[in-house]
């Protein structure tokens, strides 16, 4: 079975099944390496270098990623660091024929889940992509997370936002309506019709919706 037939199989996975992004030159190491994620009931994607890798980027949204750190057109590391500045946080596993220490401490400082030798120890590579799993699994609940209130604050009206973002700066009821020029009366209601929105039971859960937004405005 070649790569091509191994990525085919992968991809009827894929479609329901987390995904791996195997980013390797080596057709040995690809095939080594999809046996492995197969095996786990994981979906396959593969490439041969840096630029292919940032085109399949544009399609999918893998849950991980292994990566060589010498590509042909390209270093692991100038990937990693690419993808950090796009957002693109992925949990990354280096693959490597040489011990080059100094890149294996700038991969791990800047995330990467692990830094594996070639040949690959097949129960080394099989614990860290469980622990990139579960960081990819985090990462999916923050992002489940994010769309949710999203999508409850786009109902909120305009007299609605304006409340929700005074009470959870900490504002009093009494300091809202004057701050907006309406009545104590109407602000419980508007503050009622927010907590209904935003699906919150209490303060707590607004001021977390509340930074969330924040952190979506400042990225």
Same mark, same amino acid.
């Given at each position: 079975?070649?790569? #091509?037939? /191994?990525?085919?199989?992968?991809?009827?996975?894929?479609?329901?099944?987390?995904?791996?992004?195997?980013?390797?030159?080596?057709?040995?190491?690809?095939?080594?390496?999809?046996?492995?994620?197969?095996?786990?009931?994981?979906?396959?994607?593969?490439?041969?270098?840096?630029?292919?890798?940032?085109?399949?980027?544009? #399609?999918?949204?893998?849950?991980?990623?292994?990566?060589?750190?010498?590509?042909?057109? +390209?270093? +692991?590391?100038?990937?990693?660091?690419?993808?950090? *500045?796009?957002? #693109?946080?992925?949990?990354?596993?280096?693959?490597?024929?040489?011990?080059?220490?100094?890149?294996? /401490?700038?991969?791990?400082?800047?995330?990467? %889940?692990?830094?594996?030798?070639?040949?690959?120890?097949?129960?080394?590579?099989?614990?860290?992509?469980?622990?990139?799993?579960?960081?990819? +699994?985090?990462?999916?609940?923050?992002?489940? @997370?994010?769309?949710?209130?999203?999508?409850?604050?786009?109902?909120?009206?305009?007299?609605? #936002?304006? @409340?929700?973002?005074? /009470?959870?700066? +900490?504002?009093?009821?009494?300091? %809202?309506?004057?701050?907006?020029?309406? !009545?104590? %009366?109407? /602000?419980?209601?508007?503050?009622?019709?927010?907590?209904?929105?935003?699906?919150?039971? *209490?303060?707590?859960?607004?001021?977390?919706? !509340?930074?969330?937004?924040?952190?979506?405005?400042? *990225?």
């Amino acid at each position: 079975m070649n790569a #091509r037939s /191994v990525e085919r199989e992968g991809r009827s996975l894929a479609a329901t099944n987390p995904t791996v992004l195997l980013v390797d030159d080596d057709d040995l190491t690809v095939r080594s390496l999809s046996d492995l994620v197969l095996d786990k009931g994981l979906g396959v994607l593969s490439c041969s270098g840096a630029r292919d890798m940032l085109e399949r980027l544009e #399609r999918h949204e893998p849950e991980i990623v292994i990566l060589n750190s010498q590509l042909p057109d +390209g270093a +692991g590391l100038e990937v990693q660091q690419y993808l950090r *500045s796009r957002d #693109r946080d992925m949990p990354i596993i280096f693959v490597s024929q040489d011990h080059d220490v100094q890149t294996c /401490v700038q991969a791990m400082k800047a995330g990467a %889940i692990d830094f594996l030798l070639k040949p690959l120890d097949r129960r080394a590579l099989s614990s860290a992509m469980e622990a990139a799993l579960a960081k990819a +699994g985090s990462r999916n609940g923050r992002a489940e @997370v994010r769309r949710k209130v999203l999508k409850c604050a786009d109902t909120l009206t305009k007299r609605e #936002r304006e @409340v929700f973002e005074l /009470v959870t700066a +900490g504002l009093m009821n009494k300091q %809202i309506a004057f701050e907006l020029g309406i !009545s104590e %009366i109407m /602000v419980k209601i508007h503050r009622g019709k927010v907590m209904r929105k935003m699906e919150a039971r *209490s303060l707590a859960d607004l001021v977390r919706a !509340s930074k969330v937004l924040s952190s979506l405005a400042d *990225s």
